[in-house]
């Protein structure tokens, strides 16, 4: 089970590859800020994950008008990340959680992704500015996204 609405969101330091190389991404640093959404997907230049980061990617000005940020982590390496995001011109911030430590704190292990070792599970967090959870889902299977219509309900309340 993921971490429930009402937790306190556990803090992260993960690495991101951007043009000026690699570069930290906190959640501590929108605290107080931003509302985040925070989005696990399994790997990267998949199908599915493919899907969902270009159209969140399309969207992203849905997020920005209710003043949220949108980060996607997945365990894949910011150097494979930033390949995909460059392919397929996704525009979100995509974090790696090689060593699975964020993965694990949310509760999102995914165990087995088609037999290749373990990932995150496709899921969604909602966290206000003082870092509580305030919407939390992790779909069923991996080829399942989350409700962003449910996931914009939430950021609009919280506007």
Known sequence: MPLPIGATAPDFSLKTKTAEGLLDVKLSDHLGKKNIVLLFFPA?????CTQEMCSLT???????????????ISVDSPFA?????QKE?????????????VTSAYDVVLESLAGAGSAARRAAFVIDKSGTIQYSEATPTPKELPDF???????????
């Not at 399309?58 to 996607?72: P, S």
């Not at 990340?81 to 995001?85: L, P």
């Not at 219509?149 to 506007?159: G, I, M, Q």
């Open 58 to 72: 399309a969207g992203l000005k849905d997020y920005q008008d209710l003043d949220a940020d949108v980060i996607g």
């Open 89 to 101: 011109k996704i525009g979100i911030t995509l974090a790696s959680d090689l060593n699975k430590t």
């Open 44 to 48: 990267a230049f998949t199908g599915v």
């Open 149 to 159: 219509e449910a996931v914009k309900a939430k950021l609009a309340e919280l506007k």
């Open 81 to 85: 990340q930033e390949a995909w995001a």
